[in-house]
């Protein structure tokens, strides 16, 4: 079992839908959590960090549930500039500085 | 701040030549590390830093070697490309807010073919 999974997709979505993505992690002393978003041939780009219970940024929200081991991302109102990959990323316990990467999921957001 | 910066862009290499991809970045920060992504795996883990001086293995570091001598520069060396090492390598960096935060910032990316 991959130590951090994802539902590669893709989803496709109309404009003005609301999307929710799901992260499954394995390792239960895992302290902080991240989304990237990564556009096609580009570098991944922090878009929420979740230490507590949950982040919430204008039409994003991340939460995150110990007990189930998985962080969630609610994107509301998608716009066609939403269309990329989102990965997420758990850091251990320990000060290693090293996260590890689920193989993203992939959304297309139509007209 | 020019953030994470990486070198070449783009690399053709034959199976058997060895080559640096460089890394560097202009933060200060503290935790430095290699990834690869390959078409459906996400981003694999190849090598760590967490200061100058101290490296260690991720998840695929065979034919792969990393030094840390300054806290700017984490080049990674591959001994003998492989075709299976074609791939786009990332090189991202980190630090320590004081608490469990470890929000890393990646440079733009090195896509390397093998022949």
């Known amino acids: 079992r991959k130590e951090v999974e994802q539902d590669p997709g893709p989803f496709n979505v109309p404009e003005g839908a609301t999307v929710a993505f799901n992260c499954t992690y394995s390792n239960s002393a895992s302290q902080s959590f991240f989304w990237y978003r990564q556009d096609c041939r580009k570098e991944p780009k922090l878009l929420m960090s979740?230490?507590?219970s949950g982040n919430e940024d204008g039409r994003f929200t991340a939460q995150l549930n110990r007990a189930s081991q998985y962080i969630s991302l609610l994107i509301r109102d998608s716009k066609l500039s939403d269309s990329a990959t989102y990965l997420c990323?758990?850091?251990?316990?320990?000060?290693?500085?090293?996260?590890?990467f689920g193989q993203g999921t992939t959304l297309q957001v139509k007209p | 701040n020019a953030g994470v910066t990486q070198t070449p862009k783009f690399q053709v290499l034959k199976t058997g030549q060895s080559m640096t991809l460089q890394c560097a970045q202009d933060?200060?920060?503290?935790?430095m590390s290699w990834y690869r992504q390959d078409p459906g795996m996400g981003l694999r883990l190849i090598h760590y830093?967490?200061?100058?001086?101290?490296?260690d293995q991720g998840e695929v570091p065979n034919g792969y070697n990393v030094s840390r001598s300054t806290t700017e520069d984490f080049p990674l060396r591959l001994l003998s490309a492989a075709p299976s090492q074609t791939s786009v390598y990332f090189c991202?960096?980190?630090?320590?807010?004081?608490?469990?935060?470890?929000?890393?910032?990646f440079g733009p990316g090195t896509r390397l073919t093998v022949t």
């Open positions: 830093s967490v200061g100058a001086g101290i490296t």
């Open positions: 933060m200060n920060h503290e935790y």
């Open positions: 991202a960096s980190s630090y320590s807010q004081g608490g469990p935060s470890y929000e890393q910032y």
């Open positions: 979740v230490y507590s």
């Open positions: 990323a758990t850091h251990g316990s320990g000060n290693t500085g090293k996260l590890i």
